[in-house]
């Protein structure tokens, strides 16, 4: 019940495209849901996140879509460029569990020129 | 800038050595945090911290321990180093409400136990 369930395991799009990656969870206690962008040799850093009371959110060229009753969310890349490959983590947060982060197994994107 | 600092990128240990991995943070935060990364599995919690001397288990404590004697510093400590144990380490932190929800990672550091 813990878990947080990522697909697809990774992803080729052409400069331009719209990547789209999902997330879904099970447990209802998770209140936060972060992204997280990890480029190779580096540690992964936040790059964006969404409570569940909102249903959309966006940050520049990413955007988060959530959807409480599915218990499913989703980042889509607009306009993803060749800087943006790189592997992208959905976590959750578990408040009752000392604010844990559980997350996803990570997409990895690449984006071809 | 928040920095994260671990003592190794990479390293290199044999079968039953004791293993030390030291994560240093800059930014005077409560909350630590030890995770391995594995192809496929993404992160995976093995111990935290939310004070000094203070630490919770998290979702793979076996094998593995750790220490927090102060607040800038989470060793995590493998007591006999197992093949099992090759892994990315990744160690983080963060700090408290309104900031608490951001952890702040480390570049990591490759374990290969031989």
């Known amino acids: 019940q813990q878990q947080v369930k990522q697909s697809p395991q990774s992803l080729i799009v052409q400069k331009g495209g719209i990547p789209i990656i999902n997330c879904a969870y099970e447990?209802?206690?998770?209140?936060?849901f972060p992204w997280y962008q990890q480029f190779p040799g580096k540690g992964p850093a936040l790059l964006i996140a969404?409570?569940?009371?909102?249903s959309e959110k966006k940050e520049g060229r990413f955007t988060i879509s959530f959807n409480k009753s599915a218990k499913q969310f989703s980042l889509h890349i607009m306009d993803s460029q060749p800087g943006d490959s790189a592997t992208y983590f959905c976590a959750a947060r578990w408040r009752e569990y000392g604010n844990k982060l559980v997350f996803g197994a990570g997409t990895i994107l690449r984006v071809k020129s | 800038d928040v920095k994260v600092t671990q003592s190794s990128r990479y390293l290199v240990k044999r079968t039953g050595e004791k293993v030390f991995l030291e994560c240093v943070q800059d930014?005077?935060?409560?909350?630590m945090f030890w995770y391995r990364q594995d192809p496929g599995l993404g992160l995976r919690l093995i111990y935290f911290?939310?004070?000094?001397?203070?630490?919770e288990k998290g979702d793979i404590p076996e094998g593995y321990s750790v220490s927090r004697e102060k607040k800038e510093r989470f060793s995590l400590i493998l007591e006999s180093a197992s093949t099992n144990q090759t892994s990315m380490y990744l160690c983080?932190?963060?700090?408290?409400?309104?900031?608490?929800?951001?952890?702040?990672f480390g570049p990591g550091t490759r374990l290969t136990v031989l």
């Open positions: 930014m005077d935060h409560e909350n």
């Open positions: 983080a932190s963060s700090g408290t409400a309104p900031s608490y929800n951001e952890q702040f």
């Open positions: 969404i409570r569940p009371d909102v």
């Open positions: 447990n209802t206690a998770f209140d936060y």
């Open positions: 911290s939310y004070d000094v001397k203070m630490k």
